[in-house]
């Protein structure tokens, strides 16, 4: 019996019918992929990994954890500083040094560093030079500056260079390692780990290494085609640099161009152990990179001297997931901080790939969505980031008052995917339902108010970067003014401009102006997001020395009530730090102190 033909139609087939469509790929589902330190560690670990559909891999509490409990103590795989921060943070651990020229923080930091400094140097070096060809503006949405290029590979070369560490292969320690920070009455290392009662554990701090960091999410199949020639460029050069500089066999390109985005994804920031905040490194955390972000989260994070360390900020259950937010809650990281000298808006156009926290709270809703869409490839779904706008208390950092007569409520883009200020269609009052357009021929629609206020915030922000904050208080403070007439007192202009006008009040004398701007800032903080931070730590701590220092140049009755006023502030600022950081770290200490001091006024 002769073969049948496998191209024939079957016998009983129409004649004429359509071949049977083809067959679809089944689609590739994700997969849970433990991180090895954490699997190993699930005994103790207040938290455990869990993977949905819907939020992937994610931490979840293991059994309930009160307020202020110890989620995680972890040490970075691998941290620089900054190249602008050369010069007065650690090598070795990204913390604040006395003295300058690059020490070391201790001896031990040193040594612990000395056997990857050298790959980490000539990363570095030839990512500088490949940024120099193919680096872009720091204000290019596609890419990279020199700067930054050099920063992330430097960090991730240190990667490698820990895993052939760690795989026993010889990597050559290069250079005489710099001094130790000389003796300056600073302590410069990271606050203790058994800094919670019953919480503590000598188990602390979580160790990940190079399995974990190969179980990390890379976001490079959605990065654009000018992010990966720039880093497949800059990554060559810095393989053969590594090459040169360290006996051991040299990644390929790719290898490092994929590590290099995995550290852009999972990075996070750390910084000075005080209250300056200052971001002067950055880090891979695997196990802190497993909670998810939330702009309402329930738990904060603070990184200094190499170590992470998260707290919860409100009571969770067991089984809740864990979350954290843009960053703005650690104490050396990221968004908001008191010392700088402005929260200048940053619109997504300008937003660096080498964003490595995540966004910054008090953005409006559909920027902090664009930004993460843009810099971490997912879309936020949390309670401030779902349902509709006009009913959020989110709306307020865009609400235009409206100007019906007797309303009172406030004015919003009708189409919530639409840019506030783009000058199209119409804008929709949240209270009485009246709709107007939003750009009008007398200048005076919702979307032109907003475009007058923010060239307005921008210029005032060029004279504080030209002339200081004290000569720009009088632009900054007509910004400030527009809130409740023309803008709403929580609009993101108005916040924005709140740090920096206090910052030149008191700069110019004004203590009694820095104090309401600052309260203000706070007040739009609490109705904003409402979670206990670093900062709004930092804020209370800079009210109460406000509020203090306005006291003892006054009346003894308004005296008495600002100091009151001084108390409550620093009370409640102890509070938030040892909620946040700890009852023991130095910033919770300092605001104790400042409690006792109060006491006397």
Not at 233 to 251: D, N, S
Not at 441 to 451: E, Q, T
Not at 477 to 497: I, Q, W, Y
Request: aromatic share 4%; hydrophobic share 45%.
């Amino acid at each position: 019996m002769p073969a049948a033909d496998p191209a024939a139609p079957p016998a009983d087939a129409a004649p004429d019918a359509p071949p049977p469509p083809p067959k679809r790929k089944p689609k590739k589902k994700k997969t849970f992929v433990p991180l090895p330190a954490v699997a190993a560690s699930s005994a103790w670990l207040p938290f455990t990994l869990a993977f949905t559909a819907r939020l992937g891999r994610h931490a979840v509490a293991a059994r309930a954890l009160p307020a202020g409990s110890l989620v995680l103590v972890e040490r970075a795989v691998a941290v620089v500083a900054r190249a602008r921060h050369a010069g007065s943070a650690c090598p070795g651990c990204a913390a604040g040094v006395c003295g300058g020229g690059g020490k070391y923080c201790g001896a031990e930091c040193g040594a612990r560093h000395a056997p990857v400094a050298a790959a980490a140097a000539a990363g570095r070096a030839a990512a500088l030079a490949a940024g120099a060809a193919h680096g872009a503006p720091a204000s290019s949405p596609d890419g990279l500056s020199s700067e930054d290029l050099g920063d992330l590979l430097a960090l991730v070369c240190e990667l490698d260079a820990a895993r052939a560490v760690e795989e026993g292969v010889c990597v050559r320690a290069g250079a005489a390692a710099p001094p130790a920070a000389d003796a300056c009455g600073h302590d410069h290392a990271a606050p203790p780990c058994d800094d919670n009662g019953a919480d503590a554990t000598t188990h602390w701090p979580l160790r990940c290494g190079a399995g974990d960091v190969a179980a990390l999410a890379s976001g490079w199949g959605r990065r654009s085609p000018a992010w990966r020639a720039q880093l497949t460029a800059a990554a060559a050069a810095a393989a053969a640099a590594v090459e040169a500089a360290a006996p051991y066999p040299p990644p390929s390109p790719s290898s490092l161009a994929i590590l290099a985005d995995v550290v852009a994804t999972n990075a996070h920031g750390t910084g000075a152990n005080d209250p300056s905040a200052a971001d002067l490194g950055f880090g891979l955390f695997p196990a802190l990179a497993m909670l998810n972000h939330s702009c309402a989260p329930n738990a904060a994070f603070a990184v200094s001297g190499g170590v992470a360390r998260c707290r919860t900020t409100r009571d969770v259950a067991a089984g809740e997931e864990l979350t954290v937010g843009g960053g703005g809650e650690t104490e050396g990281g990221w968004g908001l901080r008191p010392r700088s000298p402005s929260f200048a808006h940053r619109p997504t156009t300008t937003l660096s790939l080498l964003q490595v926290p995540y966004i910054n709270l008090y953005e409006p809703r559909r920027t902090r969505a664009a930004q993460l869409a843009e810099s971490k490839h997912f879309i936020c779904a949390c309670a401030r980031c779902v349902g509709p706008l006009a009913s959020a208390r989110d709306r307020h950092l865009e609400a235009v008052p409206c100007r019906a007569r007797g309303c009172g409520g406030s004015l919003l883009p009708a189409c919530e995917a639409a840019a506030p200020a783009a000058g199209a269609g119409e804008w929709e009052c949240d209270s009485c339902g009246a709709r107007v357009p939003a750009s009008t021929p007398d200048k005076r629609g919702p979307a032109n108010v907003v475009a007058a206020a923010e060239a307005a915030l921008a210029a005032a922000m060029a004279t504080l970067h030209t002339k200081g904050s004290a000569a720009a208080a009088p632009a900054l403070a007509a910004v400030a003014g527009l809130a409740p007439a023309t803008l709403h007192p929580h609009h993101v202009l108005v916040f924005d401009s709140l740090m920096p006008l206090a910052n030149g009040l008191r700069k110019a004398g004004d203590v009694a102006g820095a104090a309401k701007a600052v309260a203000l800032l706070i007040a739009a903080m609490d109705a904003l997001v409402g979670v206990p931070t670093a900062e709004l730590g930092n804020l209370l701590e800079y009210l109460a020395d406000l509020l203090a220092e306005r006291a003892a140049r006054s009346p003894a009755a308004l005296a008495t009530r600002l100091a009151r006023g001084a108390r409550d502030a620093a009370a409640r600022g102890a509070d938030t730090r040892s909620l946040v950081l700890g009852p023991n770290h130095p910033l919770a200490a300092a605001s104790r102190d400042q409690v006792a001091r109060l006491r006397a006024l």
